[in-house]
């Protein structure tokens, strides 16, 4: 089995930062494409920011400037910094990680049980 722990979340005031940490753990092979997604009260599930195994990223247009994912392929661990918080930004942040696992041919994706940041104004 797999699983996606996250940790980090919490109250913040706005212009205030946060550091989100999601660590995988388990029978894991190779982890591919790692990423963080929200998702607000009564909004859908959005993409915030991924990485790739090699290090590229992306990220959505409200937190570009603001937010810095990365990761460390040695931890099977990614992380997402983010700065200047905004009332905006209040979700719950779910982790998610392309994954093969140790004896399978295929990746499949894994999700973490999600985190919740709550940015104050």
């Known amino acids: 089995q797999v699983q996606l722990v996250e940790s980090g979340g919490g109250l913040v005031q706005a212009g205030g930062s946060l550091r989100l940490s999601c660590a995988a753990s388990g029978s894991i092979f190779s982890i591919n494409a790692m990423a963080w997604y929200r998702q607000a009260p009564g909004k859908q599930r959005e993409l915030v920011a991924d990485?790739?195994?090699?290090?590229?990223?992306n990220y959505v247009d409200s937190v570009k400037g603001r937010f810095t994912i990365s990761r460390d392929n040695a931890k099977n661990t990614v992380y997402l910094q983010m700065n200047s918080l905004k009332p905006e930004d209040t979700a719950v942040y779910y982790c998610?990680?392309?994954?093969?696992?140790?004896?399978?041919?295929?990746?499949?994706?894994?999700w973490g049980q999600g985190t919740q940041v709550t940015v104050s104004s």
């Open positions: 998610n990680a392309d994954i093969r696992r140790r004896g399978f041919a295929r990746s499949h994706d894994y």
């Open positions: 990485i790739t195994s090699g290090g590229s990223t």
